[in-house]
């Protein structure tokens, strides 16, 4: 049965829809009706394959020689508004991380303390949703550290991470459920390859959910919200490229 059932990772790495479609890019590649279907059932097969093995399937994790020499920026390459150009200019060194919401204790994390926290380092590839893939080494506390130091309530269900950068003249956001926030792969990055994360790839802090496509990566996270929905935030669709691109919420690979 496996044997069957082709991967959402296969189909975007071959380009196999439509007759040989080609990869160009996330708008254009989402507008094929041929793509949007065969992707959302693969997402639908996906999560409930993952959940059924208790949410904690890990992504393949890879040695350093794997790593890519390159590794392509995609999205926002800049930080937005006059705050967050303070805070680059500044190292960072003023800069929290505010997690609030549905938790019982409120915080504001400077990068300092993000840093003290025990770490995770991880090499694992980046798959795109244009069809690209690139390996890198990510390192940062897991997220169900800093969740369990903000009591998170039984009852949140989703996290949403709101972005200092602004795609498409809207602000940038993203979303999870607790199943994949205390995923012991996903961390909050602040470092890259062995050096404190670029802007271009998001500095100072991006999320890391190992196993989702790359748009769900979100990158220049400022503030972790806890909720019980997703209505009310946005486009209510859970992300940028959800409410904007039709996405679909869950991006599993």
Partial sequence: MSKLILSRRSLIRTGALGGGLLLSGCDKLYQQPGFRSVLESGENLHRATQRALGGQAL???????DMSPNFRANGSKEGAGDEYRRHLAQGFAQWA????????????????ALQSLPQRKQITRHDCVEGWSAIGQWQGPQLSHVLDLARVSP???YLI?????????????????????????????????????????GAPLRLRVERQLGYKHAKFVTRIEARD?????YGGKGGYWEDNGGYAWYAGI
Wanted: glycine share 8%; with cysteine; hydrophobic share 40%.
């Fill in 97 to 112: 991380l505010r997690v609030d919401g549905m938790v019982g204790r409120p915080l504001n994390l400077p990068l300092t």
């Fill in 229 to 233: 929905t997703l209505a009310g935030v």
């Fill in 59 to 65: 992504a393949r994790e890879f040695r350093v020689s």
């Fill in 161 to 201: 991470f709101h972005c200092a950068d602004i795609y498409g003249g809207k602000p940038y956001y993203e979303s999870i459920d607790m199943v994949d926030a205390f995923h012991p792969q996903t961390i909050l990055a602040w470092q890259m390859n062995g050096r404190p994360l670029p802007q271009e790839h």
């Fill in 155 to 157: 009852a949140a269900k």
